[in-house]
């Protein structure tokens, strides 16, 4: 199959700073996705992009969905201990296939 | 409170037993899948199904097998389980309907040691 690579692996932060993931691809994607996976539970969508360029908030969380159709950027302002989980961006092919990138581990310290 | 449900939060099994990873969902939606998630590796898809009776293999089906004889039930097999399934594994749906495809709803996941 298609593979993502997701960036960082892993992030530590203080508490209310900014944080920053990104994936990207060989490929080319006309959806991407981002989830959030708090411990113990499933991944829960976040935010989907639809065209390349779009630029997507929902609350703190802003996303991208970049130009060339190959990558996309999650940015998460003003961090607070229950943003703590793994963040996962999926993207969605022209066959309606979905990838899953490899996860991001966020870690936010007091 | 729409919901994926699976059986089992953890599971202990020994080599060699068959394994019944079961999933239910009450949102009516068409499409089913299981991913097993490993640390480093994401979700790989292991198998998916589009209708009741249907099955489609994913990345990684070798060892596996599923079974949906119901829309809202898909259960996931491991014939003789073998110390390289341990790992957590996650049961999603979606629906097919245009911007559902992708919106997957997972239940809680099932950790499963093989010992």
């Known amino acids: 199959g298609q593979q993502l690579n997701q960036s960082p692996q892993s992030m530590f932060i203080q508490e209310g700073e900014d944080v920053s993931m990104n994936c990207t691809s060989s490929s080319i994607f006309n959806t991407w996705l981002w989830y959030k996976q708090d411990p113990g539970e499933g991944p829960v969508l976040l935010i989907a992009l639809y065209k390349a360029g779009e630029l997507t908030s929902n609350g703190r969380l802003t996303a991208q969905f970049g130009i060339t159709r190959k990558d996309s950027f999650l940015n998460i302002s003003a961090s607070i201990p229950s943003d703590v989980g793994i963040y996962f961006c999926a993207g969605m092919d022209s066959a309606r296939q979905l990838t899953f990138g490899s996860g991001t581990q966020l870690t936010v310290l007091p | 409170d729409v919901k994926v449900t699976q059986s089992s939060r953890y599971l202990v099994k020994r080599t060699g037993e068959k394994v019944f990873l079961e999933c239910v969902q009450d949102m009516d939606h068409e499409n089913m899948f299981w991913y097993r998630q490993d640390p480093g590796l994401g979700l790989r898809l292991i198998y998916f199904s589009y209708d009741v009776k249907m099955k489609e293999k994913g990345d990684i089906p070798e060892g596996y097998s599923v079974s949906r004889e119901k829309k809202e039930r898909f259960s996931l097999i491991l014939e003789s389980a073998s110390t390289n399934q341990t790992s957590m594994y996650l049961c999603?749906?979606?629906?097919?309907?245009?911007?559902?495809?992708?919106?997957?709803?997972f239940g809680s996941g099932t950790q499963l040691s093989v010992l």
């Open positions: 999603a749906s979606s629906s097919p309907r245009d911007r559902g495809m992708e919106k997957l709803f």
